[in-house]
């Protein structure tokens, strides 16, 4: 019961970032680059001062924390950009299909045979992605905008995969953070650095608890269950942002959207929950 209840707090998290994120930068209240900065400022502070306090040391220079900090670097950075122009739904959609299908494709590298049924789920999983990336007059989604948000989910992917294995995962977590800080200040200092109260307010927020103790929380889930569960439970943050932009943000549904986000859903769903 614990598990479930810190899971499903690690989700809403998950989804409160593209909430949070979107209607700061969308709503002109900050600059992406900005809003990145001070989210991961917030973040480093509040969970390295957490780590301090609990006696614990930071594993800066260690050469694992390469990947932690480059991989959380491109996923901040897609991520805050990617919201000048996507709904936070579609955003959240993008983010986590392309997540699922390339931890999907890591684990088949890995020796990790797919099954007839994994395969399936897949492909359907990459038709959902397709449909809603589909260039053309009917299409919902601005091609930067999903660009960047799959280069965001390739980070998360990476980021995710890397933290299998943290022994602290709330140092862990504080050190990928104070380490991407500077690369994220470097790719981004030219991107909107203009900010207000409100914009500051939700980046801090954003940084300080969905994200730093959001980060720690899925670190510690992590090591409690199952590759395939992990992936499935994921799921459920599309599905929380949708809902939750339509009712917070006033984001109008289209069909695709919602097709799509079936296809996505769906396809993984039915993949990672699989015998094998």
């Not at 690690?10 to 900050?30: D, K, P, Q, W, Y």
């Not at 996507?86 to 959609?93: E, F, N, R």
Request: proline share 3%; net charge positive.
């Amino acid at each position: 019961m614990r598990l479930i209840l810190l899971t499903l707090i690690t989700m809403c998290a998950f989804a409160a970032n593209s909430l949070l994120t979107r209607a700061a930068v969308e709503g002109g209240h900050i600059g992406p680059g900005a809003f990145a900065v001070l989210r991961v400022a917030a973040g480093a502070m509040t969970l390295g001062s957490i780590a301090l306090l609990r006696g614990a040391t930071l594993p800066l220079l260690r050469r694992v924390r390469i990947v932690g900090a480059v991989s959380l670097t491109a996923y901040m950075v897609g991520f805050s950009m990617a919201y000048m122009t996507l709904d936070a739904g579609l955003g959240a959609l993008i983010l986590f299909g392309v997540t699922q299908i390339t931890m999907f494709g890591h684990a088949a590298i890995t020796g990790q045979v797919p099954t007839a049924r994994q395969v399936t789920g897949a492909c359907v999983a990459f038709c959902g992605l397709v449909l809603v990336l589909w260039p053309g007059e009917e299409s919902v989604t601005d091609p930067a905008g999903a660009a960047l948000m799959c280069l965001a989910g390739l980070g998360w992917a990476a980021y995710t995969i890397a933290g299998r294995t943290a022994a602290d995962p709330l140092a862990t977590t504080g050190a990928n953070f104070i380490l991407c800080l500077p690369l994220i200040a470097v790719l981004l200092y030219k991107s909107g650095l203009e900010a207000d109260q409100t914009g500051m307010f939700l980046a801090v927020v954003c940084g300080a608890v969905t994200s730093g103790l959001g980060y720690a929380l899925w670190y510690s889930v992590l090591r409690q269950m199952q590759g395939a569960t992990a992936a499935v439970v994921q799921l459920s943050v599309p599905v929380i942002a949708i809902i939750a932009g339509a009712v917070m943000l006033g984001e109008v549904v289209t069909p695709i959207v919602m097709i799509a986000a079936a296809l996505v859903v769906g396809g993984i769903g039915w993949s990672v929950t699989a015998k094998r």
